[in-house]
C-alpha cells in the first residue's frame, strides 16, 4: 500500500513539474491574417430611428461591428465600428497592401468612398499592413459593389 502510494506522489510530481515547462515552451499564437474579408446582411425594414447594430464579428483579433443609422424605419448610412467606436479615418491614400487584400477578395478598387453606405449585402474587408490594420467597408447595389468607406482601427 505504502509503495503504491509512494510511487503515485512521485507520478503526480512529475507531472506537475512538466506541464508548467510544457506551457511556458508554447509558441505564441498565430498572427492575423494579412488579409481577410466579412460578410453582413442589412438591418431589415421598420427598425427605430437611431443607430442600430447589423452585425458583429469577433475573434482573438479584435471585434468589428457593422452598425447603421435608421432614419424613419429605413437605414441610411452604414459604418463599421472596432471597440465601441467608429473606425478612424484612413489616410486618403491607402496602402498598397490594403488595394491589393481588395482585389485578391474580388472587390473594387477603392478609390472616392461613397457619400452614404447603402445596399442589400455588405463586406468588410481587413488588410493587416504591420501595426496598422485597416477596415475597408464595400456595400451590394442591385448585383453590384461599391466601395463606401475605408477606416483604421
Known amino acids: 500500500m505504502q509503495a503504491t ?5 512521485i507520478g503526480l510530481a ?6 508548467p515547462a510544457e506551457a511556458a515552451t508554447k509558441a505564441p499564437g498565430k498572427a492575423a491574417p494579412a488579409c481577410s474579408a466579412i460578410s453582413f446582411r442589412p438591418l431589415p425594414p421598420g427598425m427605430p430611428d437611431g443607430e442600430q447594430q447589423a452585425g458583429m464579428y469577433k475573434s482573438r483579433n ?10 424613419q424605419g429605413n437605414p441610411s448610412d452604414y ?4 471597440a465601441g467606436k467608429r473606425v478612424a479615418a484612413a489616410p486618403s491614400s491607402l496602402p498598397e497592401a490594403a488595394v491589393t487584400c481588395a482585389a485578391i477578395k474580388k472587390m473594387p478598387k477603392p478609390d ?7 445596399g442589400q449585402r455588405f463586406t468588410v474587408v481587413v488588410a493587416h499592413t504591420g501595426d496598422q490594420r485597416l477596415a475597408l467597408l464595400y456595400g451590394q447595389d442591385g448585383g453590384s459593389w ?3 468607406s475605408a477606416g483604421t482601427f
Not at 5 to 9: D, E, H, K, R
Not at 79 to 82: I, K
Open 5 to 9: 502510494t509512494i510511487i503515485v506522489a
Open 14 to 19: 512529475l507531472a506537475l513539474t512538466v506541464f
Open 62 to 71: 479584435g471585434r468589428l461591428e457593422l452598425r447603421a443609422e435608421v432614419k
Open 79 to 82: 459604418y463599421v465600428t472596432s
Open 112 to 118: 472616392t468612398p461613397a457619400s452614404s453606405c447603402t
Open 146 to 148: 461599391h466601395f463606401c
